[in-house]
């Protein structure tokens, strides 16, 4: 009887301790901590990169390299909403990665983040383009925000400093940026959106009878027109694309070629 009370007071409560973590482990409960690779200077994403580029009608740059970089302000964050959804470097938003949005820095960038308010510090990876909206300088992802503990406050002060291996766009032994960027054509522009509807479905036959039905067609309006996009386009498959385009509006509208990339963030494109 002794032993049988040692064996419960001494291995149970172990067993016990093993079985609840195991238990407790889901989906958001610790988020992934980015690691940097080992490497001098990290591979640009073949999307996200495309300096200037323009979100509702201000242009912004695109930093060469990441090296020394620090900047200070408002950071916020971004969560349930945007999860699962593609992000301007084509990566998939997980709300649970410590992961960030910037207007600046080259994708994907790895910084350290300290909210100024408690000291907390975490390594986050950018592979996002954003906030555009108000005077933020970075969007955390829900497990970056929890991370640094401001879910509740939804803002905090903090400095960013980017950490090696650091991102070098110039110093890339891959195609540039311009020769592997997605490009978006636009097919047409219309005043009325039964024009604008005509061409589209035109344009989304053609591209299921040659194999491309997952290159995004859509509807937009901007200035007033119901504009046709097409795109991205992959490079592979642009010249195709392209005079497929032309064919259905002959010289009547001009193809206009725009870089773009998804922007979770404002719901458009940054173009």
């Known amino acids: 009887m002794k032993l049988l009370k040692v064996f419960i007071c001494r291995f149970l409560p172990i067993a016990g301790f093993i079985i609840l973590n195991a238990c407790s482990v889901h989906q958001g409960s610790a988020p992934h901590k980015p690691t940097p690779i080992a490497q001098e200077y990290l591979t640009p994403s073949r999307y996200g990169n495309h300096s200037p580029y323009k979100v509702f009608g201000k242009k912004y740059e695109v930093l060469n390299t990441s090296e020394g970089f620090v900047e200070r302000g408002l950071a916020s964050w971004y969560g349930k909403p945007f999860h699962g959804r593609k992000t301007s470097s084509m990566e998939t938003y997980d709300m649970y990665e410590l992961t960030a949005a910037h207007k600046h820095l080259p994708l994907p960038t790895y910084v350290e983040v300290t909210n100024l308010d408690n000291q907390k510090k975490i390594v986050v990876k950018v592979n996002d383009r954003g906030p555009f909206h108000g ?124 870089t773009c990339v998804p922007n979770i963030l404002s719901e458009s494109q940054i173009c």
């Open 135 to 258: 005077n933020r300088v970075i969007d955390l992802s829900y497990a970056a925000a929890k991370a640094l503990g401001f879910i509740e406050k939804g803002m905090a002060n903090v400095e960013i400093r980017a950490i090696p291996p650091y991102q070098s766009l110039s110093k890339s032994k891959n195609p540039t940026v311009s020769q592997t960027t997605a490009l978006t054509l636009q097919a047409g522009a219309f005043r009325s959106e039964a024009g604008a509807q005509q061409r589209l479905e035109q344009i989304q036959n053609w591209m299921s009878l040659n194999q491309l039905s997952t290159v995004e067609s859509r509807i937009q309006l901007m200035d007033g027109m119901h504009k046709v996009l097409v795109g991205p386009v992959p490079a592979a498959h642009y010249d195709r694309v392209q005079s497929a385009v032309r064919s259905f509006h002959g010289n009547h509208t001009q193809i206009s070629q725009t």
